[in-house]
């Protein structure tokens, strides 16, 4: 399989059945986030900014997404936010990340973020890898950070300065 055809488009409230499902998948590896459960639309729409939300579609299909959550709303962190990214297991391997992270990059910057932020658990070898792929560099390890049924948890965190905003 290869990531040929793959389209981007932006992120609707339509999506949501289908993004939902591809972040159970992320939360059933045990290693993809501290949540649970699915959030609502409600919830997931409130915390997530609104201009920087990406599905893929591959023969309309939606196979991956991203989306930006800030991490403050206070004006001088405003260009400041923490990255999300799931791909469905089918679709892993073939690049759809790295090309969904380059892709939302771009657009972040469009947007006048200067820094994009992310904290993952740091069994997950491969979403680290990916990140720092496309630029992140990893600035630390938070050590049991936070628990996940009855285990602690580290997390590698990492960030992404943008060469073109914010470099007065």
């Known amino acids: 399989m290869s990531a040929t055809g793959i389209e981007f488009r932006k992120l609707t409230h339509l999506d949501w059945e289908d993004i939902s499902q591809i972040y159970k998948e992320g939360l059933s590896t045990g290693?993809?986030?501290?949540?649970?459960?699915?959030?609502?639309?409600?919830?997931?729409?409130?915390?997530?900014?609104?201009q920087c939300r990406?599905?893929?579609?591959l023969n309309g299909q939606i196979i991956a997404y991203s989306a930006l959550r800030k991490v403050s709303n206070r004006p001088q962190f405003s260009g400041v936010?923490?990255?999300?990214?799931?791909?469905?297991?089918?679709?892993?391997?073939?690049s759809i990340g790295t090309k969904l992270l380059e892709q939302t990059i771009r657009i972040s910057e469009s947007l006048g973020y200067w820094t994009l932020q992310v904290s993952i658990f740091k069994e997950n070898k491969i979403?680290?890898?990916?990140?720092?792929k496309v630029g992140f560099k990893e600035v630390g390890v938070c050590e049991k950070i936070a628990k996940r049924g009855n285990?602690?948890?580290?997390?590698?965190?990492?960030?992404?300065?943008?060469?073109?905003?914010?470099?007065d």
């Not at 501290?34 to 609104?50: L, M, V």
């Not at 990406?54 to 579609?57: A, N, R």
């Not at 936010?81 to 073939?94: C, N, W």
């Not at 979403?127 to 720092?132: G, R, S």
């Open 31 to 50: 290693i993809a986030s501290f949540e649970t459960g699915i959030p609502s639309w409600r919830q997931w729409d409130k915390a997530h900014d609104d």
């Open 54 to 57: 990406l599905v893929v579609t």
């Open 81 to 94: 936010a923490e990255m999300r990214i799931y791909v469905s297991a089918a679709y892993r391997g073939i």
């Open 127 to 132: 979403a680290i890898n990916l990140h720092k």
């Open 151 to 167: 285990d602690w948890y580290d997390v590698v965190f990492l960030e992404r300065r943008s060469l073109v905003i914010g470099v």
